[in-house]
């Protein structure tokens, strides 16, 4: 029978972070679908704690390393402890969260076991007593359900998949594991990170808001506006906690020395050749709809979409509602009302 884990780091402030709790409902997902029971392996400088903040969770042992040196992201601890980890449990499968700490460490982890990795996954289930995920390929456009026979089985669960396990906190079985000195070359000196206003992208926000090439472009006085369009643009994300994201024309366009709206990169870009962000809600802005960007918004709940073209992209049937009005008068009365 199959030994499923849930494996995931602590963040800075004890807890499990959103997608760590996405991933433990995957866990319990499949352990069900398996009808096996699971385990959890936790690391961080106090696992134990964040252990007893989710003993109700069902799983049946929980495996800790803890210390300062795993407080921090190093991939020298890192995959030391998630080895170590794997081996006391005896784990034949392992879900965790798709996080850039797990992404990094995870693979060589599972080399060190003779294991494999699959990444990005998007479902779980069991079928004829066998464990399968669901991957997408091909920027978005299909997907293929896998299994494998090599054992460990690594698999990290995509954000926003899963609903985030909401647990009652207790007196977690607590299994303490001591990880071999590892030689590190890594010191942590200090964490610098942008305020909560200048970090524009929010995987965890419930709306995200797409800019398109059209902000920059001449408006109906024959000039552009682009500071203007900075302005209105950054004023709703602030305001309204949403995520920013980009067509790709619009980030492209900073290389071809044309005005730029100047704190987008191509990290903001959504669509065939960028991301593929999962909110319940979108909103799309000077934007055409064209099919390369809206494959993007394949995992988008509602979608919405303000263009002066009522024959654009969007309304053929890619968006639930499209404004046909200019998004800068759009955009103002929508910052007026929100304060």
């Known amino acids: 029978m199959e030994k499923i884990l849930f494996l995931a780091h602590t963040e800075a402030d004890g807890s499990l972070s959103q997608a760590g709790l996405e991933a433990l409902t995957a866990a319990k997902t499949l352990a069900q ?27 049946g042992t929980f495996f800790c390393v803890s210390g300062q040196a795993f407080a921090q992201a190093r991939y020298a601890t890192d995959a030391a402890a998630i080895t ?9 499968i392992v879900v965790c969260a798709d996080d850039s700490r797990l992404s990094r460490a995870v693979p060589g982890a599972a080399h060190r076991l ?16 066998a464990a399968f995920v669901q991957r997408w390929h091909y920027r978005q456009r299909m997907y293929a359900e896998v299994t ?30 001591t990880v071999a000195d590892v030689a ?20 965890d926000a419930a709306l995200l808001f797409v800019a398109g090439a059209g902000w920059t472009k001449k408006q109906a006085d024959g000039q552009p506006h682009t500071p203007e369009a900075a ?4 004023g709703f994300t602030t305001k309204a906690q949403a995520s920013l994201g ?15 709206l100047p704190f987008l990169t191509h990290l903001h870009q959504v669509g065939q050749t960028g991301a593929t962000p999962r909110h319940p809600k979108g909103l799309a802005t000077c ?42 008068a759009v955009m103002r009365l929508v910052n007026a009302m929100i304060g």
């Open 246 to 260: 980009s067509s790709k024309s619009l980030v492209d366009m900073g290389g071809e020395g044309q005005a730029v």
């Open 114 to 129: 003779g294991g494999r990795a699959d990444t990005h996954v998007t479902a779980l289930a069991a079928k004829d007593g």
């Open 33 to 59: 679908g398996l009808g096996a029971g699971f385990d959890a392996a936790l690391f961080g400088a106090d696992a134990a704690a964040a252990a007893n903040a989710v003993a109700g969770c069902g799983a």
């Open 231 to 234: 302005e209105l643009i950054l």
């Open 184 to 203: 590190t070359r890594t010191t942590v000196k200090e964490i610098l990170a942008p305020s909560a206003d200048e970090q524009t992208i929010r995987p």
């Open 84 to 92: 170590t980890l794997c081996q006391a449990a005896e784990a034949t």
């Open 287 to 328: 934007c055409h709809g064209e099919e390369p960007h809206v494959v993007g918004w394949r995992f988008i709940g509602e979608r919405r979409a303000v263009n002066l073209d009522a024959g654009c992209g969007w309304a053929q049937g890619k968006c639930d509602v499209l404004y046909v009005a200019d998004a800068f």
């Open 148 to 177: 494998r026979v090599q054992r460990p089985w690594f698999v990290t669960v995509s954000g926003g998949v899963f609903p985030a396990s909401d647990v009652a906190p207790g007196q977690a079985a607590v299994q303490a594991v």
